[in-house]
T-cell receptor
């Protein structure tokens, strides 16, 4: 069993829809949770970062962490075609990126 | 984009040959990483460096070696390339106390 599980999709939704992306994990020592966005043929870039449980909002993006359920989510409101990308969750026991464990990534397409 | 350059961007090589991939950064970041990205597996850490001449193994280090003789350069060597090492390789860096990992554009390696 992988430490971090993420549905690879693909996920296709119409423009303007609310998108929900999720990851589950098995390591209860994870404390730092991140979402990376990766456009086709590019490197990943950090989208959201959360420490421990709770919510964090940044514009149209909201990250949620539920440590009791070992479950994290990324919500995208008013989705745009420019949001079409692969979204990777990542987690770490320690601060810093030295020991990041990534999910498989979910490929998302927003249709105009 | 963070100043991370990977070279080459694409390479086709034959089974059994040695291959070296280069990562060059202009951010003066202490930490550097090599990941590989494969369908169904997401990003997996191969090796990382926490300073000049200081390196450590990641999750999938077998068949790979690394060297870091200068802060700005991190080399990944496939000692004897195999078809299972066909992948997209990403270099990443982080600064001290920084959680965000900055990724390069990737190197697409095909071993035939």
């Amino acid at each position: 069993q992988k430490e971090v599980e993420q549905d690879p999709g693909p996920l296709s939704v119409p423009e303007g829809a609310i998108v929900s992306l999720n990851c589950t994990y098995s390591n209860s020592a994870f404390q730092y949770f991140m979402w990376y966005r990766q456009y086709s043929r590019k490197g990943p870039e950090l989208l959201m970062y959360t420490y421990s449980s709770g919510n964090k909002e940044d514009g149209r993006f909201t990250a949620q962490v539920d440590k009791s359920s070992k479950y994290i989510s990324l919500f995208i409101r008013d989705s745009q075609p420019s949001d079409s990308a692969t979204y990777l969750c990542a987690m770490s026991e320690i601060q810093g990126a030295q020991k990041l464990v990534f999910g498989q990534g979910t490929r998302l397409t927003i249709n105009p | 984009d963070a100043g991370i350059t990977q070279s080459p961007r694409h390479k086709v090589t034959e089974t059994g040959t040695p291959v070296t991939l280069r990562c060059h950064q202009t951010e003066n970041h202490r930490y550097m990483y090599w990941y590989r990205q494969d369908p169904g597996h997401g990003l997996r850490l191969i090796h990382y460096s926490y300073g000049v001449k200081d390196t450590d193994k990641g999750e999938v280090s077998d068949g790979y070696s690394v060297s870091r003789s200068k802060t700005e350069d991190f080399l990944l060597t496939l000692e004897s390339a195999t078809s299972s090492q066909t992948s997209v390789y990403f270099c990443a860096t982080t600064g001290t106390g920084n959680t965000e990992a900055f990724f390069g554009q990737g190197t697409r390696l095909t071993v035939v």
